[in-house]
């Protein structure tokens, strides 16, 4: 260990009346992070924990200090952080957004992203399941209510189109595509991750080639009517 109060770190340096040693009314561990280079150059992050040590008078007589070498917890870090990142621009890029479910608390929370599909401010939010199933269309909430029992009973992707409330009081078709990916000991449901998107284009698109396709349906039907028609006067 080092001893002497001139290896303290300040914040553990308490000055004594005597000048030699110092006295520590509290003693308490410091923690801290250190990044520096070894002998080959490479640079390592070191967690190193102090903790000053006392006599039987309370005098200080030693600090000791351990260190551990978390360089490659510090990399997987920042890796998992830049994969979300990742993960995050490519869904904003795409038009979606993930959702998480604690089925234990029964809360949901979105992503920022979730809340831009429905003309909120982007900010991630949480709220009770049945806050969430009262801001689906109400022709639309029984198959959500069927499509959420059948997940509970199975680990594959679950996929649903539906209608959402959004901020103008209009009706967006949303997707929503998710999966169980906790369970307790006894098989019960704990967790469910998806990503919701908005389809309402496509759903619009999709309705207006169905009624271009029953126009024409109807023209058809006139026009042989009145081939039918002419051929009988003929």
């Given at each position: 260990?080092?001893?002497?109060?001139?290896r303290?770190?300040?914040e553990?340096?308490?000055?004594?009346?005597?000048?030699?040693?110092?006295?520590?009314?509290?003693?308490?561990?410091?923690?801290?992070?250190?990044?520096?280079?070894?002998?080959?150059?490479?640079?390592?992050?070191?967690?190193?924990?102090?903790?000053?040590?006392?006599?039987?008078?309370?005098?200080?007589?030693?600090?000791?200090?351990?260190?551990?070498d978390?360089?490659?917890?510090?990399?997987?870090?920042?890796?998992?952080?830049?994969s979300?990142?990742?993960?995050?621009?490519?869904?904003?890029?795409?038009?979606?957004?993930?959702?998480?479910?604690?089925?234990?608390?029964?809360?949901?929370?979105?992503?920022?992203?979730?809340?831009?599909?429905?003309?909120?401010?982007?900010?991630?939010?949480?709220?009770?399941?049945?806050?969430?199933?009262?801001?689906?269309?109400?022709?639309?909430?029984?198959?959500?209510?069927?499509?959420?029992?059948?997940?509970?009973?199975?680990?594959?992707?679950?996929?649903?189109?539906?209608?959402?409330?959004?901020s103008?009081?209009?009706?967006?078709?949303?997707?929503?595509?998710?999966?169980?990916?906790?369970?307790?000991?006894?098989?019960?449901?704990?967790?469910?991750?998806?990503?919701?998107?908005?389809?309402?284009?496509?759903?619009?698109?999709?309705?207006?080639?169905?009624?271009?396709?029953?126009?024409?349906?109807?023209?058809?039907?006139?026009?042989?009517?009145?081939?039918?028609?002419?051929?009988?006067?003929?």
């Amino acid at each position: 260990g080092q001893r002497g109060p001139e290896r303290l770190p300040p914040e553990l340096q308490v000055p004594s009346a005597d000048g030699l040693t110092d006295g520590v009314a509290a003693p308490r561990c410091s923690q801290r992070e250190v990044w520096a280079h070894g002998a080959d150059g490479v640079a390592r992050c070191i967690h190193w924990s102090d903790t000053p040590l006392l006599n039987d008078r309370g005098e200080l007589v030693e600090f000791q200090g351990v260190g551990r070498d978390i360089t490659g917890l510090k990399r997987a870090n920042e890796q998992a952080l830049e994969s979300e990142q990742r993960l995050r621009l490519a869904l904003e890029v795409a038009g979606q957004g993930w959702f998480e479910i604690d089925l234990v608390t029964g809360l949901s929370t979105e992503s920022p992203n979730c809340a831009r599909l429905l003309g909120y401010a982007p900010q991630e939010r949480s709220f009770p399941l049945d806050t969430w199933m009262q801001g689906i269309h109400p022709d639309d909430r029984a198959a959500m209510v069927a499509v959420t029992q059948q997940m509970a009973s199975s680990d594959a992707l679950s996929r649903e189109e539906y209608r959402r409330r959004a901020s103008d009081g209009s009706w967006r078709w949303m997707m929503s595509v998710g999966q169980v990916v906790k369970r307790a000991n006894d098989g019960a449901p704990l967790r469910v991750v998806g990503i919701h998107m908005d389809v309402t284009a496509r759903r619009n698109d999709e309705e207006r080639l169905r009624e271009t396709a029953a126009e024409l349906a109807r023209h058809r039907a006139n026009l042989e009517q009145l081939v039918v028609e002419r051929t009988i006067e003929l």
